[in-house]
């Protein structure tokens, strides 16, 4: 027989299993005999997965250069200004006509930002 067997947990629909898992720990806590883990237990299980992960030293160095390499993109973001947000581009406004004209950016200037008691009185 080739293929994959139509019987059994594994073959059913997640949404499925969810249901007949969540239907046996409902179960369980009622009957008493479900297991809570205490904070001594959790801690423990955690250190032992750390342990057990932390012997791969590939594994390692891959994420702590991913990590490495996260953090120095931020920190580039960061000196570059806000995150992927254009430019402003400061705005020469007339009070004799309607029409916004840009002004050359400067790099002594700073972006000319209305405050808001001024733009909402025009």
């Given at each position: 027989?080739?293929?994959k067997s139509r019987r059994g947990f594994a073959?059913?629909?997640p949404s499925r299993q969810r249901e007949i898992a969540s239907k046996?720990?409902?179960a369980a806590h009622e009957k008493g005999t479900a297991h809570e883990w205490s904070s001594d237990e959790a801690r423990n299980a955690g250190r032992k997965g750390g342990v057990t992960?932390?012997?791969?030293r590939a594994h390692?160095?891959?994420i702590g250069r991913e990590g490495g390499?996260?953090?120095?993109a931020a920190a580039r973001e960061a000196?570059?200004?806000e995150?992927?947000?254009e430019r402003e581009v400061p705005m020469q406004v007339s009070r004799e006509s309607d029409r916004s004209t840009p002004i050359a950016p400067m790099a002594d200037r700073a972006p000319m930002i209305p405050r808001s008691d001024e733009s909402s009185a025009r």
């Amino acid at each position: 027989m080739t293929g994959k067997s139509r019987r059994g947990f594994a073959s059913m629909d997640p949404s499925r299993q969810r249901e007949i898992a969540s239907k046996g720990g409902r179960a369980a806590h009622e009957k008493g005999t479900a297991h809570e883990w205490s904070s001594d237990e959790a801690r423990n299980a955690g250190r032992k997965g750390g342990v057990t992960v932390s012997r791969d030293r590939a594994h390692m160095a891959a994420i702590g250069r991913e990590g490495g390499e996260s953090r120095s993109a931020a920190a580039r973001e960061a000196r570059l200004g806000e995150r992927n947000v254009e430019r402003e581009v400061p705005m020469q406004v007339s009070r004799e006509s309607d029409r916004s004209t840009p002004i050359a950016p400067m790099a002594d200037r700073a972006p000319m930002i209305p405050r808001s008691d001024e733009s909402s009185a025009r």
